[in-house]
């Protein structure tokens, strides 16, 4: 595949719609965020962002955003994406809150079973910790309808109670592209300006756009345990049992969260273009491919989400 072969004219419709998008956000909100991993959804979420603010010389490496980004930290995070944020952080200038799901557990309102657990659905206590403490009244993140059920059913302005709870039945009608982010004290609007966008759209974007990712998005090698269909990777978090026979095989993580429930895929594709030829024709989506927590029911995202979750 060669970068000619992208079809530039539905990225340039995805870009300028998810650059309206940020825009409403920050003339509608008095204090957002943009959530920002390291990952790669949240890395075009960036770039866009600052698109979006490029006036001027668009060649400019430190443009100052007129929100700050947020990151919940997990502190089991894979330390190739944390490098990676940290990074981009530092050479673009950018404003970078931090919010740790440690100190949730050591205030005690977060409460896990035992040091192994995974702290994925803890996250949205931390969440909502961190909107209390900046007073946050919009947060922008990079969820896409195509990822999971739940999510398709989520509107680009996602309303959330004074609790941080989602409700499906109690979203406002966007048509026309007009958004509503009118609210009450203590609520919040969660905002996903690439919602529309698909795993195929984000990585031609990534190929046209020459974005740089952590290098775990490409083929690479790794001891892993096939459980089922997952490879399941061998690490502290996640140890080989007694039982237990690994592996080293070449892949790469097609999205990427806590090392807990975060699973890589079989790959050689060690750049954007190759990737694209393997997602092409992928059968399963990212996240049922690599997420073992989504795979515990299939309402699993929907009661998060319906907890606070992003």
């Given at each position: 595949?060669?970068?000619?072969?992208?079809?530039n004219?539905?990225?340039?419709?995805l870009?300028?719609?998810?650059?309206?998008?940020?825009?409403?956000?920050?003339a509608?909100?008095?204090?957002?965020?943009?959530?920002?991993?390291?990952?790669?959804?949240?890395?075009?979420?960036?770039h866009?962002?600052?698109?979006?603010?490029w006036?001027?010389?668009?060649?400019?490496?430190?443009?100052?955003l007129?929100?700050?980004?947020?990151?919940?930290?997990?502190?089991?995070?894979?330390?190739e994406?944390?490098?990676?944020?940290?990074?981009?952080?530092?050479e673009t200038g950018?404003?970078l809150?931090?919010?740790?799901v440690?100190e949730?557990?050591?205030?005690?309102?977060?409460?896990?079973?035992?040091?192994?657990?995974?702290?994925?659905?803890?996250?949205?206590?931390t969440?909502l910790e961190?909107?209390e403490t900046y007073q946050?009244?919009?947060?922008m993140?990079?969820?896409?309808?195509?990822?999971?059920?739940a999510r398709?059913k989520e509107?680009?302005f996602?309303?959330?109670?004074?609790?941080g709870?989602?409700d499906?039945?109690?979203?406002?009608p966007?048509l026309?592209?007009l958004?509503?982010a009118?609210i009450?004290k203590g609520?919040?609007?969660?905002?996903?300006?690439?919602?529309n966008?698909?795993?195929l759209?984000?990585?031609q974007?990534?190929a046209?756009?020459?974005?740089?990712l952590?290098?775990?998005?490409?083929?690479h090698q790794?001891?892993?345990?096939?459980h089922?269909?997952?490879?399941?990777p061998v690490?502290?978090?996640t140890?080989?049992?007694?039982?237990?026979?690994?592996?080293?095989?070449?892949?790469?993580?097609?999205?990427?969260g806590?090392?807990?429930?975060?699973?890589p895929v079989?790959?050689?594709?060690?750049?954007?273009?190759?990737v694209?030829a393997?997602?092409?024709?992928a059968?399963v989506?990212?996240r049922?491919?690599?997420r073992?927590?989504d795979?515990?029911?299939e309402?699993?995202?929907e009661?998060?989400k319906?907890?606070?979750?992003?």
């Amino acid at each position: 595949m060669k970068l000619d072969a992208i079809q530039n004219a539905h990225l340039d419709w995805l870009e300028s719609e998810s650059i309206f998008i940020i825009r409403e956000v920050v003339a509608q909100c008095a204090n957002p965020a943009l959530l920002f991993s390291g990952g790669k959804d949240s890395i075009v979420m960036y770039h866009l962002a600052r698109k979006a603010f490029w006036f001027g010389n668009h060649q400019t490496r430190n443009i100052q955003l007129p929100f700050p980004l947020l990151h919940v930290d997990t502190g089991h995070n894979y330390p190739e994406v944390i490098a990676f944020r940290d990074q981009i952080v530092q050479e673009t200038g950018a404003k970078l809150l931090v919010a740790y799901v440690e100190e949730s557990i050591a205030r005690g309102s977060v409460q896990l079973k035992g040091p192994l657990d995974s702290r994925n659905g803890a996250q949205a206590v931390t969440l909502l910790e961190a909107i209390e403490t900046y007073q946050f009244d919009a947060l922008m993140g990079g969820a896409r309808r195509d990822e999971e059920k739940a999510r398709a059913k989520e509107r680009i302005f996602s309303f959330r109670d004074e609790f941080g709870q989602w409700d499906p039945k109690a979203q406002r009608p966007e048509l026309w592209n007009l958004y509503n982010a009118r609210i009450s004290k203590g609520e919040n609007m969660r905002v996903f300006p690439i919602s529309n966008w698909t795993e195929l759209d984000i990585w031609q974007y990534i190929a046209r756009e020459q974005l740089i990712l952590p290098s775990i998005y490409y083929s690479h090698q790794r001891e892993v345990v096939r459980h089922g269909d997952l490879l399941v990777p061998v690490t502290d978090l996640t140890p080989k049992k007694v039982d237990e026979i690994s592996e080293t095989l070449s892949v790469r993580f097609r999205t990427v969260g806590d090392i807990s429930c975060t699973c890589p895929v079989a790959s050689n594709a060690s750049n954007p273009l190759e990737v694209i030829a393997e997602t092409v024709v992928a059968q399963v989506t990212e996240r049922g491919a690599t997420r073992m927590d989504d795979q515990t029911s299939e309402a699993s995202m929907e009661r998060r989400k319906k907890e606070g979750y992003f």
